[in-house]
């Protein structure tokens, strides 16, 4: 745990160092939860929108694309029950003044019961080697049963405490299983309450509830009340689906954990109108293809699962999370739920405006039935640097070992693809021939040039910030026309002429890789 604690406290710092995340408003003491990227994450930030956006855009005939606006009239909100049911149970500790959602509180209890559970299995995998059977071993294995069984009951417990909005249930919950607060180690609680997440202003210089408007907690509804609209302007037959990439604002309870959770994020979210009865088909299809999605990048299997929800949203018939495992355990990265008709009906009936759909296959109109896939920008670049990161022992120019720090995010999505780098500074001849290399190619895609410090330290650098391939261009280059490439990932060098660096990093680091 601790090793994975101090893993995370170096992926911030290196976000920091690196020029990909500041804290907002840093000289001010910043403000809580909510970041600036800077040079490198906003490039890698845009090529995750851009991996999102082709895949679900330009590579599904049936999908488009919008970009709705932030600010919705008050009654979307009241429409889609943001403003009576957006809420997250709240809990303080009356000693140490520290305030917990109590949901989470109990979800972290419940991690702990499936650590338990895992060191089991961990330690009888070790013991019987390779003939051990995990799944015999859960089904029959007594402290594993007895475990399993809490758990059942306490996730049973939570989700029809959740489901009802049950607040004195929840305080129950976490008095039952004697959850103490982190920081003074007491079991003093406040009573839960409800908290509303949607942070509000007013429209023009009237105050008052009628003028209430809210920064939208989720880009969805933006796609919702422009059903119709897209609809008949791009002529789509169901099914088909809208996509969409835009800041939200939630007032978030507890923002501890970096850009995992956020009071300003970005969501890409995609709503695929479906005829009814058909929704469940569609679920599956889309679990599935956002699953590829993730895969497609490196991301191996095991740092992924489905995580099936307990307690469905009150707009949903079905919701799964595709989760991933982060430095501080697996936790939600995307969300893919069939969200019946709820919100196109309620904006049928609050804004009287008919929102149905004329299937001419079955010659019926009908209110569609929706399948939600929604992930966030940020948590989703938090996933890939975390698993980027790493520290390794490599042989160095002199073939001793050195340790190097490397960002091994894959090619396509690398906020910079290459670096141009002349072996020495002091040749006139050699820095103006590397720097006309990089002139050209940076129009085909992002490049630097770099010629200050020892070759070995410019290498570290590109590895640190994750450009897949360093070009040095040596004394040779002069006679031969040819340049050195370096893998970042492999180390491997080769030697190519100059006028196929273009063509050959091209291949490796276009997004086309990612999509066919
Ligand atoms: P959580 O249970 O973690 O609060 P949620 O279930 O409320 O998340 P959704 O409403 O399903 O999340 O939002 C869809 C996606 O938006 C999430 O999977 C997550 O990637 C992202 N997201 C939600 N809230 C935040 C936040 N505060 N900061 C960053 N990303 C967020």
Not at 186 to 204: A, C, E, I
Not at 232 to 252: S, V
Not at 359 to 367: A, L, R, V
Request: hydrophobic share 40%.
């Amino acid at each position: 745990m601790a090793n994975q604690e101090d893993q995370f406290k170096k992926l911030v710092s290196h976000c920091k160092e690196y020029g990909f995340i500041y804290q907002s408003s840093e000289i001010y003491d910043g403000l809580s939860a909510v970041y600036d990227y800077g040079p490198y994450g906003a490039q890698l930030k845009n090529n995750i929108k851009e991996y999102w956006w082709k895949s679900m855009v330009q590579m599904h005939d049936n999908i488009v694309g919008i970009d709705a606006a932030i600010f919705m009239h008050p009654k979307t909100w009241k429409a889609s029950g943001h403003v009576d049911a957006f809420n997250d149970p709240l809990v303080d500790n009356k000693d140490s003044k520290k305030r917990y959602r109590a949901d989470v509180l109990i979800e972290n209890y419940l991690d702990k019961i499936e650590a338990k559970i895992n060191k089991e299995v961990e330690k009888a995998a070790a013991r019987f080697g390779e003939s051990f059977d995990a799944a015999m071993f859960k089904a029959t294995n007594p402290r594993v049963l007895e475990n399993q069984e809490k758990y059942d009951a306490i996730a049973k417990r939570l989700a029809n405490a959740m489901t009802n909005s049950d607040m004195a249930e929840l305080k129950q919950i976490i008095e039952d299983l004697e959850i103490t607060c982190e920081v003074s180690g007491t079991r003093n609680w406040t009573d839960v309450r409800q908290f509303n997440l949607m942070f509000s202003t007013q429209l023009g210089n009237i105050a008052g509830e009628d003028d209430k408007l809210y920064l939208r907690p989720e880009t969805a509804q933006g796609i919702f009340v422009n059903f119709l609209n897209v609809q008949k302007t791009t002529r789509q037959k169901i099914p088909f689906g809208i996509a969409q990439i835009g800041k939200a604002f939630r007032n978030e309870i507890v923002a501890r954990q970096f850009i995992f959770r956020m009071r300003e994020f970005e969501q890409m979210e995609m709503q695929f109108f479906v005829r009814p009865g058909e929704e469940m088909k569609w679920y599956e299809y889309w679990k599935a293809a956002r699953l590829r999605w993730h895969l497609a990048l490196g991301t191996p299997a095991e740092h992924l699962r489905f995580h099936d929800h307990d307690n469905v949203a009150h707009y949903a018939n079905a919701a799964a999370d595709i989760q991933f495992e982060f430095p501080f355990g697996f936790k939600e990265l995307e969300g893919i739920h069939s969200r019946t008709n709820f919100d196109l009906s309620q904006h049928m009936e609050l804004s009287g405006k008919k929102l149905q759909y004329f299937d001419p296959e079955m010659n019926e109109s009908y209110i569609p039935y929706v399948v939600e896939t929604s992930i966030g920008c940020d948590r989703m670049f938090l996933a890939l640097m975390s698993r980027a990161l790493t520290d390794e022992t490599v042989p160095d120019a002199d073939g001793k070992d050195s340790t190097r720090t490397v960002l091994r995010i894959h090619p396509a999505l690398a906020p910079v693809k290459c670096a141009l780098l002349p072996l020495v500074r002091n040749n006139e001849e050699l820095t103006q021939l590397a720097s006309s290399v990089y002139h050209k190619l940076k129009a085909s895609f992002y490049c630097q040039y770099d010629e200050k410090d020892a070759i070995g330290r410019r290498y570290r650098r590109q590895d640190a910030i994750g450009t897949p391939y360093c070009v040095t261009v040596d004394f040779e280059t002069m006679d031969d026309g040819c340049v050195t490439i370096r893998d970042r990932d492999s180390l491997q060098q080769e030697r190519v002429p100059i006028d196929k660096i273009a063509d050959i990093i091209s291949a490796k680091t276009d997004m086309k890789t990612l999509l066919v």
